[in-house]
């Protein structure tokens, strides 16, 4: 008598379980080594350990209808830390501002869809034909914590008499996902020596290009440092933003202090000690 064995007779099943389970055990072992290790990675920057560049990714946003063109090129930092989804979203902030040439205000928004419909809005109420809006987000510095970005905008409302550019530098400890600025370093009388300085390379650098005649004289009397300002691998840059200074021709005027010369004055307990000591 041939005795036949199904293939999936009950001891076959049995087996074949044990080696599901077998493989399973294996599986989740390997998912919660991969996890703790990403965990351990998105962290990192909370302990100030690290000094890799932060990875990001260039989105594009392109819109062309109704009269109304706009271009987003930004940077997005992947990852499940707080940090990141903070970085990302002050950037998007930023860049995500209508300052309406022409007149005395601003407009935020959170998305590009709200954007959009925020700039027909502006269209409709003020009788232009149409709007462009181009922004470019560029990574000036990505190391020892820090993540700094400048964002140029231009924007035109179709029947105005001049479009707008404007310049905003954002400087981020990728730890903590926070935005730090200029005061946040120096003590009172160290800053008042950077601001000497700062006139001093700011004139300079303006004679150097040919705009020094169309500097406001009023400006030069009551000399400060813009909020906008730079982490480079030169040092720290600083901007003033269209009319700030002078004229339309004389754009968005820029310099730099050498790291050299600011270390001296810096505070111990500022977040780019370490980019300036490295």
Not at 43 to 71: E, R
Not at 184 to 206: H, I, N, P, T, W
Not at 208 to 229: E, K, M, S, T, W
Request: proline share 4%; aromatic share 16%.
């Amino acid at each position: 008598m041939f005795i036949f064995v199904h293939p999936w007779s009950d001891s076959f099943c049995r087996k074949q379980i044990r080696v599901v389970e077998v493989a399973m055990k294996h599986a989740m072992l390997l998912f919660i080594c991969t996890f703790t290790f990403f965990m351990q990675a998105a962290y990192a920057g909370d302990t100030g350990a690290s000094d890799k560049a932060l990875p990001f990714t260039v989105k594009t946003f392109d819109y062309n209808q109704d009269g109304v063109a706009i271009k987003l090129r930004y940077p997005e930092i992947p990852g499940i830390g707080r940090q990141y989804s903070s970085i990302d979203k002050q950037i998007k902030r930023d860049m995500l501002t209508i300052r309406f040439p022409g007149k005395a205000t601003a407009q935020t928004f959170a998305d590009t869809r709200d954007f959009v419909r925020g700039i027909k809005r502006f269209i409709m109420r003020n009788g232009f034909k149409g709007y462009e809006f181009f922004s470019g987000v560029e990574v000036a510095y990505n190391a020892s914590n820090i993540f700094t970005v400048k964002i140029l905008n231009y924007e035109m409302p179709y029947g105005a008499a001049n479009g707008l550019n404007s310049i905003i530098y954002l400087n981020f400890n990728t730890g903590t996902g926070r935005r730090f600025t200029i005061n946040d370093c120096f003590s009172d009388r160290a800053y008042q020596a950077l601001v000497r300085r700062g006139k001093d390379l700011f004139v300079e650098k303006a004679k150097a290009d040919g705009v020094f005649d169309l500097v406001d004289n009023q400006f030069l009397d009551r000399f400060y440092l813009p909020v906008n300002f730079a982490v480079t691998d030169s040092g720290v840059e600083f901007a003033y933003r269209q009319y700030e200074v002078g004229p339309r021709p004389l754009g968005m005027p820029a310099f730099t202090i050498p790291r050299g010369e600011i270390r001296a004055l810096i505070d111990k307990g500022c977040p780019l000690q370490r980019y300036f000591y490295q």
